[in-house]
């Protein structure tokens, strides 16, 4: 074997068990509310570039609000129904307070996507949370 293969060789298996867990998690979770309120919360934990992604049915005028505590680490953005996280453009996102409120614009399901940063997702770290989401 060529020196230069036998470093390509090296290289790849030393990178072999890092790509096996570069893959992102993604957990759904669907929300349901219990029979007379109009608000649930969850509770989650997630890890590296996992996400979690949690699904709401609800309807065109109704108002959404969500809020997130526990790490500073989990962020969250909403996604209105038809768009893929990642693929489209949010519909809101939460603010330095951790919450976010709108009007939504079409009945379907939406998408609560909670995630980590780069910086925190690329040290691997652990990202309790506890979100809320009310729908009135």
Request: aromatic content about 6%; overall charge positive; charged content about 15%.
């Amino acid at each position: 074997m060529t020196p230069l293969r036998s470093l390509l060789l090296t290289t790849l298996l030393a990178l072999t068990p890092m790509l096996a867990t570069a893959a992102d998690k993604v957990t759904t979770t669907p929300v349901h509310f219990t029979k007379g309120a109009s608000s649930a919360t969850l509770r989650g934990t997630l890890s590296g570039y996992d996400t979690v992604r949690y699904t709401i049915a609800a309807r065109a005028g109704q108002t959404m609000a969500v809020t997130i505590d526990g790490s500073p680490n989990a962020n969250f953005n909403v996604f209105a129904p038809g768009v893929t996280p990642g693929q489209g453009e949010a519909l809101g996102s939460n603010d330095e307070k951790r919450r976010w409120s709108g009007t939504l614009p079409t009945t379907g399901t939406y998408v609560v996507q909670v995630y980590q940063m780069r910086a925190q997702a690329r040290r691997n770290e652990k990202a309790p949370h506890s979100l809320t989401v009310a729908i009135r």
